[in-house]
T-cell receptor
Framework: GAVVSQHPSWVICKSGTSVKIECRSL??????MFWYRQFPKQSLMLMAT?????????EQGVEKDKFLINHASLTLSTLTVTSAHPEDSSFYIC?????????FGPGTRLTVT | GENVEQHPSTLSVQEGDSAVIKCTYS??????FPWYKQELGKGPQLIID?????GEKKDQRIAVTLNKTAKHFSLHITETQPEDSAVYFC????????????FGPGTRLSVLP
């Protein structure tokens, strides 16, 4: 199946700093990538939909100025958490689609101290 | 919008027994229903999916059934093994071949040796 990678797999940062997470589709071109957030023992919550070469579409309640998404190529999307706070600590997962199916990355665990 | 419910939230079975997880969806326009398996600390992995023009699909020990009239679909795992222990999520796409999935809350499956 299609492979999606994420980097880093985990990151610890201090409150007020920014963190960038990369999502790559390794063996296919993804016109659309998605960013999810998952709190412990909860389901995946869609944050935004990212289309190559255009602005991301954010779900209601997600601050677009705090969670900056860039989808510069068909294989790379980035999520930058700006001015991170402890409540932003979570498991961030991206997915990429080549048609119907969505393939998920391994996730990035962000801890803000 | 689409709403997906999933039951049970937890399920324990003896190794070798079958496990069944059920999901219901609200949007009759949804036409794609994937199932994901998520192990601790990892991203979701697509294990099987079904489209609305099919009533059943099977892949070795895993099968999915879809009842469009009742708007529910189920995951069936036969001959369960300890490595099947994980959290399983169902999802629906909200119709029009959309790719913005709505996920169910998840089922934690434990296969007891």
């Amino acid at each position: 199946g299609a492979v999606v990678s994420q980097h880093p797999s985990w990151v610890i940062c201090k409150s007020g700093t920014s963190v960038k997470i990369e999502c790559r589709s390794l063996d296919f071109q993804a016109t659309t990538m998605f960013w999810y957030r998952q709190f412990p023992k909860q389901s995946l919550m869609l944050m935004a939909t990212s289309n190559e070469g255009s602005k991301a579409t954010y779900e209601q309640g997600v601050e677009k100025d705090k969670f900056l998404i860039n989808h510069a190529s068909l294989t790379l999307s980035t999520l930058t958490v700006t001015s991170a706070h402890p409540e932003d600590s979570s498991f961030y997962i991206c997915s990429a689609t080549d048609n119907y199916e969505q393939y998920f990355g391994p996730g990035t665990r962000l801890t803000v101290t | 919008g689409e709403n997906v419910e999933q039951h049970p939230s937890t399920l324990s079975v003896q190794e070798g027994d079958s496990a069944v997880i059920k999901c219901t969806y609200s949007d009759s326009a949804s036409n794609y229903f994937p199932w994901y398996k998520q192990e601790l600390g990892k991203g979701p992995q697509l294990i099987i999916d079904i489209r609305s023009n099919v009533g059943e699909k099977k892949d070795q020990r895993i099968a999915v059934t879809l009842n469009k009239t009742a708007k529910h679909f189920s995951l069936h795992i036969t001959e369960t093994q300890p490595e099947d222990s994980a959290v399983y999520f169902c999802a629906a796409n909200g119709g029009n071949y959309g790719q913005n999935f709505v996920f169910g809350p998840g089922t934690r499956l434990s296969v007891l040796p």
